[in-house]
């Protein structure tokens, strides 16, 4: 079972504009990060937000995690096609540091 | 540096037919992790190794899966009398000691 959920499913949007993602997850967590996945190829990290931090930056990047309700955002600004993959909210709540994804929301930027 | 690489790129398996995917993690990566997505879906846990102790096996599915990691270093899942549910994409990922984990490109598991 997957462990968070993003909203929405799908996102369209045309280069330039900004793109918001949300991920809620269910249980007590040590971090959130966010990974892009590319058509046919693997995943790769993006950003990394601790439970005790409450925004992050990277590049056009900008995360916001609210342990209290549960949730995360992402936002890209400034789209651009090359932003066109499924992104992925993944929690890790135990040691190990195992990743626990949610179903990930597609994310089209047209020229 | 080299990534995670994983070999094969895809695999097409008849039912009952076992297969063995192979991770070469990045050097010196001490953990290591298999995950499996299904079509459409985020990736699942699978198993988890630190250097060649198997610490967490809870995500596998059956006995039918195996993971090996003799050395510290390869790491091949085995998947015997596979089934057409076992098609998916296998991802492999491997981490140093701080939390990010790396990923490889994955196997395409195709089981007719």
């Known amino acids: 079972s997957q462990q968070g959920e993003e909203d929405p499913q799908a996102l369209s949007i045309q280069e330039g504009e900004n793109a918001t993602m949300n991920c809620s997850y269910k249980?007590?967590?040590?971090?959130l990060q966010w990974y892009r996945q590319n058509s046919g190829r693997g995943l790769v990290h993006l950003i990394l937000i601790r439970s005790n931090e409450r925004e992050k930056h990277s590049g056009r990047l900008r995360v916001t995690l609210d342990t209290s309700k549960k949730s995360s955002s992402l936002l890209i600004t400034a789209s651009r096609a090359a932003d066109t993959a499924s992104y992925f909210c993944?929690?890790?709540?135990?040691?190990?540091?195992?990743?626990?994804f949610g179903a990930g929301t597609q994310v089209v930027v047209t020229p | 540096g080299a990534g995670v690489s994983q070999s094969p790129r895809y695999k097409v398996a008849k039912r009952g037919q076992d297969v063995a995917l192979r991770c070469d993690p990045i050097s010196g990566h001490v953990s290591l992790f298999w995950y499996q997505q299904a079509l459409g879906q985020g990736p699942e846990f699978l198993t988890y190794?630190?250097?060649?102790?198997?610490?967490?096996k809870s995500g596998l599915p059956s006995d039918r899966f195996f993971a090996e990691r003799p050395e510290g270093s390869v790491s091949t899942l085995k998947i015997q009398r596979t089934q057409q549910e076992d098609s998916a994409v296998y991802l492999c990922?491997?981490?140093?000691?701080?939390?990010?984990?790396?990923f490889g490109p994955g196997t395409r598991l195709l089981v007719l």
């Open positions: 249980t007590s967590i040590n971090n």
């Open positions: 190794f630190q250097n060649e102790a198997q610490l967490d």
């Open positions: 993944a929690t890790t709540t135990d040691s190990w540091g195992k990743l626990q």
């Open positions: 990922a491997s981490r140093p000691y701080q939390e990010t984990q790396y």
